[in-house]
């Protein structure tokens, strides 16, 4: 029901910014909470935040709290994240999700393949 691709990775410096943006295919997107999910090389995938577009709630890990942040455009059916402040631990795959249930951390039912997102020293 609903199709992700996500776009803005790229390359950029320790303390730089990006904006990754996730565009939602399907008649439901306001139905689902979205939110952002991050792979490293030979880590597991970790929650990175949510949104709940009802009641306007967020929610981050802890280690991206003051520095991401998530919004989303129903009208245009696309999911942002803002990074400010990049460090080279937020390193990863970035994936866009979709979810019926269980806001903010899932499960989610549907998934952008990623974007790379590399932060150098």
């Known amino acids: 029901q609903v199709q992700l691709q996500e776009s803005g990775g790229g390359l950029v410096q320790a303390g730089g910014s990006l904006r990754l943006s996730c565009a939602a295919s399907?008649?439901?997107?306001?139905?689902?909470?979205m939110g952002w999910f991050r792979q490293a090389p030979g880590k597991e995938r970790e929650f990175v935040a949510a949104?709940?577009?009802?009641?306007?709630?967020?929610s981050y890990t802890d280690s991206v709290k003051g520095r991401f942040m998530i919004s989303r455009d129903n009208a245009l059916n696309t999911l942002y994240l803002q990074m400010y402040r990049l460090k080279p631990e937020d390193t990863a795959v970035y994936s866009c999700?979709?979810?019926?249930?269980?806001?903010?951390?899932?499960?989610?039912?549907?998934w952008g393949q990623g974007t790379q997102v590399t932060v150098s020293s």
């Open positions: 999700a979709a979810g019926c249930c269980g806001y903010p951390r899932g499960p989610y039912d549907y």
């Open positions: 399907g008649r439901t997107f306001s139905d689902y909470h």
């Open positions: 949104i709940n577009w009802v009641n306007f709630s967020r």
